[in-house]
């Protein structure tokens, strides 16, 4: 058997290859075949597909190719070190991993083989997401903290999720802090406009993004914990329930001036559940107005509290950071190695 994570990555040897087409397609991805013992038995990607379109191939066996390269599962750093040397040699994108049984373990990426050149190389997707935790991560440390928490509020399909955990296990294998990923959503779209006057309530319109297929979301993640229900109420037993550790990032992706409220309410509570820094990342900042939306509660927050500032509190400003003064460790000397340039949507953060 296989990791619920990886079905997507995975195909029958006797689905169509219509089927197949399709999985590859919207995954973006080639596809381990196994065979009806569930074992390892090839791949195929667009090469093999495309054998269908003159061929008379209408099951995957018959264009699977047996002869692909894989790695079979040792120790992490051995994976990664057979990983890399397949990749310098040939122009793939992903490599299966198998254990000697055959059995399917992972499938592994260029992005995963080459994490630190292609962050550093600012190529990866998301790169604000890569940034804020990095950032945190080199915090952490040197702060003393051995781990702390990243949460995405607004998961929506979950891309978002799905890849601030996988930048947080590569971070974490990197720079050695531990890392736990938290996304909260309530699975049914944006909730219902509380004052119209503080929303963009005709792009953000109630429903928007009822786009969540809740087993499906929860079987991609690998480690990552998916809260389901209305933010503010999740957030009020978040820290009884999930005993997080200390919060270091939050990617706040909800749209709405309600929601965001919510959030910067929760960060009212004790300081020793945050870092004393906190790299915040607000996705829908708008640079027309800061009257309404995230940007309004931003703006009324930093207004509400004297010892807790997000900033810098213009609009061109996606990532802020969440600064709490009065936290043990807040003067403690640290020094980032990271300079914020690379975020698809923000300038530079001071
Ligand atoms: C823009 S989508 C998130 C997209 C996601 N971050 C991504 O990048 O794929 C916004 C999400 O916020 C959720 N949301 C907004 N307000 C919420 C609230 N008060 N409680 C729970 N979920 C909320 C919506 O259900 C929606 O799924």
Redesign the pocket.
Known sequence: MFRAYLEDFIIDENETVYKAAWQAQRNRTNLIVIDQNKKFKGIIGTKEIQKSYWGEYKIVKDICNENCVHIIAGTEDEIYAAARNIFAEKSIRFIPVIDGEKNVMDMFSRERAFFMQEFQSRRLSRMHYAECIYKMAEEAKQLGISRFSVI?F???????LITAEFYAKEISRLLNVEIEVYG????????NIEDYRKEAGWIWFEGL?NV?DVEKTKKRLRFAKLILG???QSLKTFIQDYHPAPIGVMFV????YA?TC?ILHFLEQNDKYFMPRIQMYF?DIVDWTDSIGEHLAVKEFNLKHENMKILPEDSHTHIKICSRYLHSLYNKPFRSSWEFTGCNYSSYIL
Not at 155 to 160: H, K, M, P, Q, R
Not at 253 to 256: A, P
């Open positions: 995405e607004g998961v929506a399909s979950g891309n978002g909260f959503d309530n699975a049914s779209g944006l909730p993004f969540m209305d933010i503010d992706d909800v749209d709405r929601s919510s996705d």
